[in-house]
């Protein structure tokens, strides 16, 4: 017998695997308010592609490539892949966590975490984006208290670092509201042209002392998988 369901048994004296045994990132629900991340699989990804072909900024490119650039097929197509290919990557010294955010149900973006050397280092960095109808409204904020909660409270991060380039008006206030410090800056390659992009760092004792305001709770289910396999049950070297 075969259940359709994921994460029921399959017979013949195989072993019981669920969806989350396998990829425990599917497990992972951060939920704060209304807003939910939680890990993308493939029928999400190919809609978090369609919201993403709806438009997710003006003339200004806020990411570091170009891949929010294109026709709606394009564009849907480069999310589709990009998240497909993050699979092929995430191992304890190299990952990259990605989260659909959905408002009361409804998909509206991505929150992501990536480190390098995390069960050492402790540092990772946090990124994000909301379809064009979703911003402006203090959900970013939300996103950005509940995937910083998920990284200090939930895998014992030390410092979560982030960067915008110097005129994204949104990233740069939501990043400094919640006390990050400046980290430095410099100025890249961006579409052609010279534009400064600013890293911002915040620490656990920051994180300890943010404002009152975004000290909302913050709900984490299927936490203890991911530690273990991210490593991050082992003893620290
Ligand atoms: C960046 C982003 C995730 C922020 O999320 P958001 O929901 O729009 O942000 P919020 O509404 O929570 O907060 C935005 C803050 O920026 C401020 N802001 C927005 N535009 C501004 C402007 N032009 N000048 C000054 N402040 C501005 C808002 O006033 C608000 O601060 P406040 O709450 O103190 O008033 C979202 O705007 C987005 O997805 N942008 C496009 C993709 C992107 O830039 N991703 C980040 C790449 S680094």
Redesign the pocket.
């Known amino acids: 017998m075969i259940e359709a369901q994921a994460g029921r048994r399959y017979d013949a004296g195989m072993p019981t695997l669920t969806d989350v045994d396998i990829w425990p990132l599917l497990g992972v629900r951060i939920s704060l308010s209304d807003l939910e991340l939680a890990g993308i699989d493939d029928r999400t990804a190919l809609d978090l592609g369609r919201l993403a072909a709806r438009g ?2 003006g003339m200004t490119l ?2 570091a490539t170009p891949w929010s650039r294109g026709s709606d097929l394009e564009v849907a197509r480069n999310l589709y892949r990009y998240h497909s290919g993050l699979r092929t990557t995430v191992r304890p010294e190299e990952w990259s966590l990605d989260f659909a955010a959905r408002l009361d149900h409804t998909l509206i ?1 991505v929150q992501t975490l990536v480190a390098k050397d995390f069960p050492t280092t402790r540092t990772a960095e946090s ?4 379809g064009r109808d ?10 950005r208290v509940a995937i910083l909660t998920f990284a200090f409270e939930g895998l014992g991060a030390e410092v979560v670092t982030t ?3 110097a005129d ?4 740069n ?2 990043t400094r ?1 919640l006390g990050y410090r400046p980290n430095g800056e410099e100025v890249l390659e961006r579409e052609g042209r010279a534009a400064v992009l600013k890293h911002y760092r915040l620490d656990r004792t920051g994180w300890d002392r943010r404002p009152e305001e975004f000290r909302q709770v913050v709900q984490i289910e299927g936490l203890e998988p991911i530690r273990a396999w991210l490593g991050l049950d082992q003893p620290r070297p």
Do not use: C, D, E, Y
């Open positions: 997710i900024h806020p990411f973006g990124m994000s984006w909301l979703w911003q402006g409204r203090g959900i970013g904020t939300l996103q960067s915008a380039w994204n008006a949104a990233s206030a939501v509201k």
